[in-house]
């Protein structure tokens, strides 16, 4: 069974730093393109960033050069580190497994950026 838990979200005051981490288990992890997408309130999902098996990144305009996307395949998690956080960076976030295919995604963790 495939499962992915997100840790790290909190309550953090603009220009702040946050962790996010996504803890994999259930499948071949290192062989996956494994991604990051956020749902603020009202709306709906924004893809955030993707990571593949091989370690090519991409990333959505609104989080290039403040997000950093990682990957550790030997202890199976996915991280991504954001800086210079904004107001508008306020929501839930996912892991996703091969988003582009039979896709797994994670309960999520709520980041809330706010003075």
């Known amino acids: 069974e495939v499962q992915l838990v997100e840790s790290g979200g909190g309550l953090v005051q603009p220009g702040g730093s946050l962790r996010l981490s996504c803890a994999a288990s259930g499948f071949a992890f290192g062989y996956y393109d494994m991604s990051w997408v956020r749902q603020a309130p009202g709306k709906g999902p924004e893809w955030v960033s993707t990571?593949?098996?091989?370690?090519?990144?991409a990333y959505a305009d609104s989080v290039k050069d403040r997000f950093t996307n990682s990957r550790d395949n030997a202890k199976n998690t996915l991280y991504l580190q954001m800086n210079s956080l904004k107001p508008e960076d306020t929501a839930v976030y996912y892991c996703?497994?091969?988003?582009?295919?039979?896709?797994?995604w994670g309960q999520g963790t709520q980041v809330t950026v706010s003075s």
């Open positions: 996703a497994k091969d988003l582009g295919g039979n896709s797994s």
């Open positions: 990571i593949v098996g091989g370690g090519r990144i």
